[in-house]
């Protein structure tokens, strides 16, 4: 076979190649994309309407919703409840704040947290940290000491499948980020937890 000829055929197959390569790879990111699109919205479902994220991480004005702070946590700045011992002779086991986003009660202040992409939320978060997180209820996923605190309900996602904890964790990908950065929790003293 003479050397042009090997030529065209390297050529043709090595082309041919290509344009198969080029269709499997547009047709896995089209399906890609529509799993991941069909993950987002599940996890837009979970979250709005199953998990109640926005219960506590989204404040209030009033009865209402900021929508300028959508799942963006515990203003910063903003005061928070105060708690004594006291109030649990009157039957008060914990105090929160206007917004709905701070709560105090005999194991301290708790803040709800900046669930945006954000460097101040889940920004620096991988999806194997929320996991932990969720699955473990540890502070910040990465195996602190201390617990996440109350009232988050850890314990009634820990049960949830991996497959809708991930699709929580790829729509909070989606929301827009917000730079709120909320308090560090404190202890029943008054300090910040270690």
Not at 22 to 47: D, F, H, M, P
Not at 68 to 96: E, N, R, Y
Not at 166 to 191: D, M, S
Request: charged share 15%; hydrophobic share 35%; with cysteine.
């Amino acid at each position: 076979m003479p050397l042009r000829e090997a030529m065209r055929n390297w050529l043709k197959w090595t082309l041919f190649g290509l344009i198969a390569l080029g269709a499997t790879l547009i047709g896995w990111s089209a399906s890609n994309a529509q799993g991941n699109s069909e993950k987002v919205a599940r996890g837009k479902y979970l979250v709005e309407n199953v998990a109640g994220c926005a219960q506590c991480h989204t404040p209030r004005r009033g009865a209402e919703y900021d929508p300028t702070m959508t799942l963006a946590g515990h203003p910063a700045g903003t005061v928070a409840p105060t708690f004594s011992m006291d109030l649990i002779q009157k039957g008060v086991f914990i105090s929160i704040n206007p917004t709905y986003t701070a709560f105090s009660g005999p194991w301290g202040s708790s803040f709800s947290t900046n669930l945006t992409p954000h460097q101040n939320g889940l920004g620096g978060w991988t999806e194997a940290k929320f996991l932990f997180a969720m699955r473990t209820g540890k502070h910040l996923g990465d195996g602190s000491k201390r617990n996440i605190l109350p009232p988050m309900p850890w314990k009634h996602y820990q049960g949830m499948s991996e497959d809708d904890l991930k699709a929580i964790w790829a729509y909070l990908r989606t929301v827009p980020p917000n730079a709120n950065r909320p308090p560090e929790a404190l202890n029943r003293f008054g300090q910040p937890y270690e």
